[in-house]
């Protein structure tokens, strides 16, 4: 089965535009999370969906940065007037969740959005 | 201050010498993950572990969980050059309604020599 995907997967922005990157999790999939990761760092937590609801929100930097997942599936990162600080590698991860009686934990990670603001 | 340590940042190896790699956490651990990542690409999942002292192997690579000491360590037995990357652990601290949210330590740098 296909795995998480994302896209773009490179995005140049000039300051001060708007971006939007688009996540799509691995079908079924209940709990989708959302990573920034600067340049020689390990990911940091940005926000976490379980379905359509959006359970934590407290990485997320700024008002800047506004994420949905409207129908419990494909997952939205917004970024309004980028800054030069914004330039990071975004990754979307996937989890099972916890489906019934049934708990899967593993998260998969897609293969990142690489956000340049110039 | 930081929340998880891993160690050795980077790490340089003869083809075919065994390593370890070590993950530690400041705070209790529920669960910890390793990841391997390669330069401009995704996180590929190794392995995940939640009870304390779980052992798992996945053809040459072991990792363990101590959860007294709140500390993992991930050894490759036998290294090839397949396995250079870079080495994340990921810790569960906190837990939201049934998922887990990780906090990852900086890396370790694996090189591989022929």
């Known amino acids: 089965g296909a795995g998480v995907s994302q896209s773009p997967r490179y995005k140049v922005a000039k300051r001060g535009q708007d971006v939007a990157l688009r996540c799509d999790p691995i079908?079924?999939?209940?709990?989708l999370f959302w990573y920034q990761q600067a340049l020689g760092q390990g990911p940091e937590f940005l926000t976490y969906?379980?379905?359509?609801?959006?359970?934590?929100k407290s990485g997320l930097p700024s008002d800047r940065f506004f994420a949905e997942r409207p129908e419990g599936s494909v997952s939205t990162l917004k970024i309004q007037r980028t800054q030069q600080e914004d330039s990071a590698v975004y990754l979307c991860?996937?989890?099972?969740?916890?489906?019934?009686?049934?708990?899967?934990?593993?998260?998969?990670f897609g293969p990142g959005t690489r956000l340049t603001v110039t | 201050s930081q929340e998880l340590e891993q160690s050795p940042q980077s790490l340089i190896v003869q083809e075919g010498k065994n390593l370890t790699i070590n993950c530690t956490s400041s705070?209790?651990?529920?669960?910890l993950y390793w990841y391997k990542q390669k330069y401009g690409e995704g996180l590929i999942f190794l392995m995940m572990?939640?009870?304390?002292?779980e052992e798992k192997s996945h053809e040459k690579i072991t990792a363990k969980l101590d959860e007294k000491k709140q500390q993992s360590s991930l050894h490759i037995t036998a290294s090839q050059p397949s396995h250079a990357g870079i080495y994340l652990c990921?810790?569960?601290?906190?837990?939201?309604?049934?998922?887990?949210?990780?906090?990852f330590g900086q890396g370790t740098r694996l090189t591989i020599n022929p």
């Open positions: 969906f379980q379905n359509e609801a959006q359970l934590d």
């Open positions: 991860a996937s989890s099972l969740g916890r489906v019934g009686g049934r708990a899967g934990y593993e998260q998969y």
């Open positions: 990921g810790a569960v601290n906190t837990l939201i309604q049934g998922a887990q949210k990780l906090v």
């Open positions: 572990l939640q009870k304390g002292g």
């Open positions: 079908s079924g999939h209940v709990s």
């Open positions: 705070k209790t651990l529920y669960g």
